[in-house]
């Protein structure tokens, strides 16, 4: 009797402990959800028009992840940018505007942000598009070879292609056929001028 109780009592406590794990997975999975990132017009996240670049601030913004910054250069003079990542997965990039107290831009690198208007990043031109040549230019400097194009119906987001077929170096877009197939690398969130 006492041996049959004990092989009840641990299958008992088996089941008890494996009900707890798929309640801790589903609160992981609830606080992240919780604590997505959304890109929008007005801003990502609780970063908008208003928010300055400012390591304390962009640090409680998204206290979830790493924020670091870091140094980088441009033709051969440094100017900081804060990275946010999960891990060493890179989320996105902040750059300052030419006096390093407001934020210029953002580049969005990863789909842990979620865009608004419902376009992640691998999202082939034709599906954002469809078919319509939108107002895009050629990249240049760290864009060489890229093309940028407003997302629709939205001036401060620009959507940044890039494709194997069609891409070249001498700063021109490629065919309309072949940017068809290029897709969404990174998204380019501007504040609005004031």
């Not at 009900?19 to 970063?47: M, R, V, Y």
């Not at 990275?83 to 990863?110: H, W």
């Not at 194009?149 to 194997?164: D, E, R």
Request: negative net charge.
């Amino acid at each position: 009797m006492f041996k049959r109780l004990t092989i009840l009592s641990i299958a008992l406590l088996l089941g008890l402990s494996a009900c707890s794990n798929d309640d801790d997975d589903k609160k992981e999975a609830s606080i992240k959800e919780e604590s997505k990132i959304i890109l929008s017009a007005k801003g990502i996240g609780t970063l908008n028009a208003d928010s300055s670049f400012n390591m304390h601030q962009v640090t409680l913004a998204f206290g979830n992840y790493n924020v670091v910054e870091e140094l980088n250069y441009h033709t051969g003079t440094p100017y900081p940018v804060i990275r946010i990542a999960d891990g060493v997965k890179n989320l996105m990039t902040i750059i300052p505007d030419a006096s390093q107290q407001n934020i210029y831009s953002v580049i969005v690198e990863d789909n842990l942000i979620s865009n608004s208007l419902g376009h992640h990043l691998g999202t082939p031109y034709k599906t954002v598009y469809a078919k319509k040549v939108e107002q895009c230019q050629a990249g240049s400097e760290d864009m060489l070879g890229k093309a940028l194009c407003y997302a629709p119906n939205t001036p401060n987001i620009i959507y940044v292609f890039h494709g194997k077929s069609g891409s070249s170096v001498d700063g021109k877009l490629p065919s309309t056929e072949d940017l068809q197939e290029w897709s969404l690398e990174s998204i380019i969130w501007r504040p609005k001028s004031k």
